[in-house]
């Protein structure tokens, strides 16, 4: 028996795969996935859940989930529309960011965050930058929120970041991205 175990051990390890290492993009809006878990503080509201995002250039998904992995509410845009949908709700709109304020009461800065995730500054306004000493970016200033990175998942300067703070006027966002995926 002993013998078996051993062997099943050796077999089921070389089965095993090295985990992708997804490196950030080169260019603005290229498509990316996530999973992650979101914190949002403004005031009296403390709310949190986990989340998945897939992102491509024409279209987003991002799913809201309970601590069990149920969704809670599912956002969708395309060139058309924005739609959210909850259990029992489906709302529509032209603004994932107002839409998601109406609904849900959080307002995530969604068009500059698909830029935000991947430390790259959004093309539209100004920015101000601070890198730390590896050339990653710990502090990006835009939009009136300043995002500060506190990890990444490697330490080289082109490295996808694990952990990031949004503040703007009393409210905080706190990110953590727990899995990237390849596109």
């Given at each position: ?19 992708v ?20 503080k ?33 956002i ?18 032209q ?13 995530l800065?969604?068009?500059g965050?698909?830029y935000w995730?991947?430390a ?26 300043e995002?500060?990175y ?6 080289t ?16 966002v ?9 596109q």
């Amino acid at each position: 028996m002993r013998r078996f175990l051993l062997l099943l051990a050796a077999l089921l390890s070389g089965c095993a795969t090295a985990p992708v290492e997804v490196q950030r993009p080169v260019q603005a809006d290229a498509p990316f996935a996530f999973n992650g878990r979101v914190a949002i503080k403004k005031g009296e509201l403390h709310e949190s859940a986990g989340l998945r995002w897939v992102h491509r250039a024409a279209e987003d998904e991002i799913l809201l989930l309970a601590p069990l992995g149920q969704t809670v509410a599912r956002i969708h845009r395309d060139a058309n529309e924005v739609t959210l949908d909850t259990s029992d709700k489906h709302y529509t709109n032209q603004d994932m960011e107002t839409l998601m304020q109406q609904v849900l009461g959080w307002h995530l800065p969604l068009s500059g965050l698909r830029y935000w995730v991947t430390a790259l500054p959004a093309p539209e306004g100004t920015s101000s930058i601070e890198r730390a000493s590896n050339g990653q970016l710990s502090v990006l200033r835009q939009q009136g929120w300043e995002i500060s990175y506190s990890r990444y998942a490697a330490p080289t300067p082109d490295a996808l970041p694990l952990r990031m703070k949004l503040q703007r006027e009393g409210t905080q966002v706190l990110l953590l991205i727990d899995e990237w995926e390849a596109q």
